[in-house]
Structures are given as C-alpha cells and as structure tokens.
C-alpha cells in the first residue's frame, strides 16, 4: 500500500467497496469496479484479501473497519499470541520497537499505562495511527522513526519492559540468526539494559533454543508458543538483573476459538530419563510447541506414558487420554518395515489414502507415498519410525 491509497481508503464513499465486494476474489473485484477508473482498484483488492486473512487471525477487529498492509499482516501477531503476550508482562510503561501493524500494542493496552511504538516504515505507523482513532485508542504514543535512535535519546530506566520483534534485513535470506535481524539484539543488549530492566525478544519458531541460553546470559524464560498446533513464536523473557541463571522453558498450547491451553514448564538444561516401551493400544504426537521445548519427557511423567524409541517424541500407552495436548491414535497395527510385506498390508487392507508422518526414518514423506502409492488423506495415519530395539516400523493407527 502507499500513502496515496491509504488516504483514499480512509474516505467512507472508497472505505464501502472493501464491504461490497468482501466476498469477491481479487480478479472478479478488479472486473467489476474497473469501469470506474477513480477508485484504488488495487488497494481495495488489497484490503478485501487482509479482511479474508484477518476473519482468523485478528477476529475482534474484524468489524472495526480497519486498515492492513498485506505484507504487515502477515508478519504480525495474531491476536490470540498478542493475548497471551500481555498476560506475561505488566507495568507502567512499554516500548515496542520492531511496531509493525500494531497487534501487540492492542493488547498492551490491558497490561500497562503507557505504550509507546516505534516503526520506521511510514505506511504501517500511518495505518497504525489510524487503526488507534477508529477504536478510540489514546495511550499508544505513535513513532514513525528509528526505533534504536528513539530509545538512546530516552532517559535510562524509562520502561519497564521493551519489546522487539526482530525482522530479516534481507528477505532473500533463510537464516533465522539474530544477527541478519534489525535491530540487532546482540549489538544493543546493553542499551536496551540502559532502558529498562526487563526486555521481551519474539523469535522464529526455528530459532535455535540452545544458541538462546549461550548468547543471553540474561535469560530468565523461553517460552515456545504453539496456536492450534502449529508452532508461531518462541519468546525470550530476559532480566538486567538476573544474570546467568538457569532458564525455564514454557511450552504453551493456545486454542484460537477459546482461552483453554496447556502449559507444561521445566528447567531448559535438566535431561529427563526417557522410558522406552513396546507399542501399546494408543499412540501419541505432542503438541509441537511441547517437541520443541523438548519437554517431551515431562509431559511422559505426567500422563504416565513411555516413549516408542530413543529418537523421537512418539509416546504410547494402555489408557486414552482425553484432551491430549497433541494428537493422540489407536493402534491397528504395527509392522517391521519390509516392503514387500508393507505392500501386501496395504493392498488386503484396502489402504490408497493415508496420512503419513515420519522421524527418525531413512525415506522422506514423499519417497514413501511414491513407493507404496499411497495418495494423501483418509481416516488411516501410518507413522513410519524405529521400535525400542532401534528396528524400522510402520505404526498404522486411526485418530481417537
């Protein structure tokens, strides 16, 4: 979006198109407003894709009549992670620098007095501020500026919690190490301690955990935030004056349709023993925040389950377990990975569609449906992994 569109799109008589056509793909839209050469055909387009996008990612605001930038939301919050975000942290005073489309400073605004944002781009501050006067929003002081430039010039101890939502300088780049970030955390750790004592740091999901604990001395809390079972943010809660402390990880398990989740925490450095069993009558995948906080075996402990193998986070027992954060199966079968075999299973069973997952197993996803010419989906889930005895199996389960 630029800031032409953006100041059409604030008039009501251009705003009402975004309404009318919210139901239109973006090339009937284009096809039925183009006679009138005076609209933004593209920038409403724009706006009836975000509306789609944010029916299931920012629902309250959806009937706000807002304004998004494609790119911005994407990136953002939702609402739901934002929610959980302000439950951890409270105070006087919060400063975001990385301010985007604003989601975080939305909920913020139950947690603290004053927010402040910061964001170099002109468009995303221009939406932001606009999006704070539709919902009648006044304690977010907005900053189009240079977010590191704005906080040096502030006094010390002038927050009680900065936030940063670091993003790729590049985008070409896969790397998800902080150092290809802006800002660059490592660089400003100490300014940051300047500011305030307590700093909140969103990370990708795939951000090395271990490389958090070695180059945060600081850090008090890793908490890995999973949504409806996908993995979308990992936070690092980290404390100027608690230095080199054992961290605690939180996984957290968030449902976006209502407020029930499951958090599971631990010491990050404390190996738990692994208890290695036969296949039983149910089978289990944690949630994936649980995986990655590798809380795996914790989780065991709690429901009084054993792991399949050494490897993987595969667990099974004798008893289903309702409300398992993660998926949960019963067993059918299980068999040593023969092909010849594997192929005569499927065929008597009448098995073309499947699910299928694997860990710790030599043959991708991909290899194993061309092998055994098994299409996508159905009710059957077939778990290719080892068995105690490090043996390749195929685990033939449906959902419980």
């Known amino acids: 979006m630029t800031l032409e569109e953006l100041e059409l799109l604030k008039q009501p008589d251009i705003y009402k198109y975004v309404k009318i056509y919210k139901d239109s793909d973006s090339k009937e839209l284009a096809l039925k407003i183009s006679k009138n050469s005076m609209l933004p055909v593209r920038a409403i387009a724009e706006q009836v894709l975000c509306n789609k996008k944010a029916q299931k990612k920012l629902p309250s605001f959806i009937n706000k009549n807002l304004l998004f930038d494609r790119v911005a939301l994407e990136q953002s919050s939702s609402e739901t992670t934002a929610k959980y975000k302000s439950s951890l942290i409270s105070g006087n005073s919060i400063i975001d620098l990385t301010g985007g489309l604003g989601i975080d400073e939305l909920s913020f605004i139950n947690s603290f007095n004053k927010v402040v944002y910061c964001d170099l781009n002109k468009v995303t501050s221009e939406i932001f501020r606009y999006n704070i006067s539709q919902l009648n929003i006044s304690k977010v002081e907005v900053n189009n500026t240079e977010s590191i430039e704005y906080l040096s010039k502030q006094d010390n101890n002038s927050f009680d919690w900065i936030y940063i939502d670091p993003s790729r300088r590049d985008a ?14 490592y660089d400003n750790m100490e300014l940051f301690f300047e500011k305030s004592k307590n700093v909140m740091i969103k990370v990708a999901p795939a951000y090395d955990l271990t490389e958090a604990v070695k180059r945060f001395p600081n850090l008090l809390e890793i908490q890995v935030v999973s949504v409806d079972g996908e993995c979308k943010e990992v936070l690092l809660l980290l404390n100027r004056d608690r230095p080199n402390v054992n961290p605690k990880v939180f996984s957290v398990d968030l449902n976006s349709k209502n407020d029930k989740r499951f958090i599971l925490s631990g010491d990050f450095s404390k190996e738990s023993a692994r208890e290695i069993t036969e296949l039983k009558s149910y089978f289990y995948e944690p949630d994936c925040s649980i995986i990655k906080s590798n809380l795996t075996p914790l989780l065991a402990e709690k429901f009084n389950l054993s792991f399949v193998n050494k490897l993987t986070p595969y667990l099974t027992g004798s008893e289903l377990i309702n409300d398992f954060p993660g998926r949960s199966f019963t067993v059918l079968d299980s068999l040593i990975y023969n092909e010849k075999l594997i192929k005569k299973y499927l065929k008597e069973n009448v098995i073309v569609k499947a699910n299928v997952s694997k860990r710790d197993f030599r043959l991708s996803v991909d290899e194993i449906r061309i092998k055994f010419k098994i299409k996508d989906g ?23």
């Open 378 to 400: 159905g009710e059957y889930y077939l778990f290719f992994t080892r068995d105690l005895n490090s043996k390749s199996i195929m685990i033939v389960c449906k959902k419980s």
């Open 172 to 185: 070409n780049r896969r790397s998800v190490d902080l150092e290809y970030c802006a800002p660059n955390v």
